[in-house]
């Protein structure tokens, strides 16, 4: 199978490079006082680092529902938005809702200029990709716990392709994780089959 990552080290060898501080908006995510509580029917919902997985896109159906004070803060998500986690393991993914919803401080969001033609999903891609895990990596401070500091995102570099071909390497991510989610549907099938044949032998 394709390994997005291996095609993009050889898609990204280009000279054209871009600060991030110029290219989006890198706003800090809301410090919490204490654990997030749950609140059916409250106002908002937060996202956090769990919430971002491996396949590009918010996990907002497990986004904690919730109420507080948000008088003095500007970390709320918007459509499109990209975040990054900011410790552990630097995972990012892009944002499409719109909920209220208050980004946590275990993330950055990304948020693209206009003038700027990025896709929200190519920097996910890039930052998930192992050129870009490099980078994050050599980034993070820190002893027990990893984390990037906020002046060194916004100082990074990143290597920017044309949009065409931006959407190719999207597209074709996207491809080669509908391929992988076949494969585990088919996998989880063949084990149910030869489970239900174990078991029924074993019951005779």
């Given at each position: 199978m394709l390994?997005?990552?291996?095609?993009?080290?050889?898609?990204?060898?280009?000279?054209?490079?871009?600060?991030i501080k110029d290219i989006a908006d890198v706003i800090t995510g809301y410090t919490f006082r204490s654990a997030v509580k749950e609140k059916t029917g409250g106002s908002?919902?937060?996202?956090?680092?769990?919430?971002?997985?491996?396949?590009?896109?918010?996990?907002?159906?497990?986004?904690?529902?919730?109420?507080c004070d948000t008088s003095h803060t500007r970390a709320f998500?918007?459509?499109g938005d990209v975040a990054i986690s900011t410790r552990g393991f630097f995972r990012s993914a892009v944002l499409h809702s719109n909920k209220k919803i208050l980004a946590s401080s275990s993330v950055y969001l990304l948020r693209i200029k206009e003038s700027h033609s990025i896709m929200p999903e190519y920097l996910a891609l890039y930052f998930n990709s192992a050129i870009g895990?490099?980078?994050?990596?050599?980034?993070?401070?820190?002893?027990?716990?990893?984390?990037?500091?906020?002046?060194?995102?916004?100082?990074?570099?990143?290597?920017?392709?044309?949009?065409?071909?931006?959407?190719?390497?999207?597209?074709?991510?996207?491809?080669?994780?509908?391929?992988?989610q076949l494969l585990k549907k088919k996998r989880d099938i063949q084990k149910n089959i030869i489970n239900g044949a174990l078991k029924q032998m074993l019951e005779e």
């Open positions: 390994d997005i990552y291996s095609i993009m080290q050889y898609t990204l060898c280009v000279q054209n490079k871009k600060i908002l919902y937060v996202l956090q680092a769990k919430n971002i997985k491996d396949d590009l896109m918010i996990d907002e159906p497990l986004m904690v529902n919730t109420e998500a918007r459509d895990q490099q980078q994050l990596g050599n980034l993070m401070t820190g002893a027990a716990i990893k984390f990037i500091a906020l002046k060194d995102l916004k100082n990074m570099k990143i290597p920017l392709v044309a949009i065409k071909d931006q959407q190719k390497l999207v597209i074709l991510y996207c491809n080669i994780k509908k391929q992988e």
